[in-house]
């Protein structure tokens, strides 16, 4: 079973527009991460937000992460054709494992 | 540095045969986990390996199996394959996993089973 829900299924922005994508869970975390994946390729790590933390920020994303709601939104701003790809929340509970979202699917138009 | 390699890529099997998937992490990184992806289930834990020891498992049956070696290579295997096994079979390294830092993924070996 899938830890983090993620919504919107799946998004269609024109370049240069922002995307924005939550994800939801269900148990206490240790941290939440963003992955990035292009059709059918292996996942890319994008972002680490740990459970202290609330925001985050690395170049044209910004994370926030809100424990007491159990959920985290990832922002991508000013996006690109290559931008388009599938992404995933992932949380770490401590245990050995990271348990994925269902993922969002962003198209980028140029 | 070379990343995280997976091989076969691709492999087609039948129902009934087994198959041996391989995985060699990033030079220093001691943690291998492996993940079954497929459109229905999305991604799914198969097991986490640090040190030869298997520090977790997910909800898969006993068909699936899997081990690391000395060198931190890792192998996992799926006997009498049946056609929900048909899906991309990945493979993540990470230098330790108290808590998990970021994964490093291969690019998968997608299996079908006909």
């Known amino acids: 079973s899938q830890q983090g829900e993620e919504d919107p299924q799946a998004l269609s922005i024109q370049e240069g527009e922002n995307a924005t994508m939550n994800c939801s869970y269900k148990?206490?975390?240790?941290?939440l991460q963003w992955y990035r994946q292009n059709s059918g390729r292996g996942l890319v790590h994008l972002i680490l937000i740990r459970s202290n933390e609330r925001e985050k920020h690395s170049g044209r994303l910004r994370v926030t992460l809100d424990t007491s709601k159990k959920s985290s939104s990832l922002l991508i701003t000013a996006s690109r054709a290559a931008d388009t790809a599938s992404y995933f929340c992932a949380t770490d509970s401590n245990d050995y494992k990271l348990s994925f979202g269902a993922g969002t699917t962003v198209t980028v138009r140029a | 540095k070379a990343g995280v390699t997976q091989t076969p890529r691709y492999l087609i099997k039948t129902r009934g045969q087994q198959v041996t998937l391989s995985c060699s992490p990033i030079?220093?990184?001691?943690?291998v986990s492996w993940y079954q992806q497929t459109p229905g289930q999305g991604l799914q834990f198969l097991f986490e390996?640090?040190?030869?020891?298997?520090?977790n498992k997910g909800n898969f049956p006993g068909r699936f199996s899997g081990r690391q070696f000395s060198n931190s290579r890792s192998e996992m295997n799926v006997s009498t394959l049946e056609l929900g096994d048909s899906a991309l079979y990945l493979c993540a390294s990470s230098r330790d996993r108290g808590s998990t830092g970021e994964l490093f993924f291969g690019e998968g070996s997608r299996l079908t089973v006909l």
């Open positions: 030079s220093g990184h001691r943690s």
């Open positions: 148990t206490s975390i240790n941290n």
């Open positions: 390996y640090f040190s030869e020891t298997q520090r």
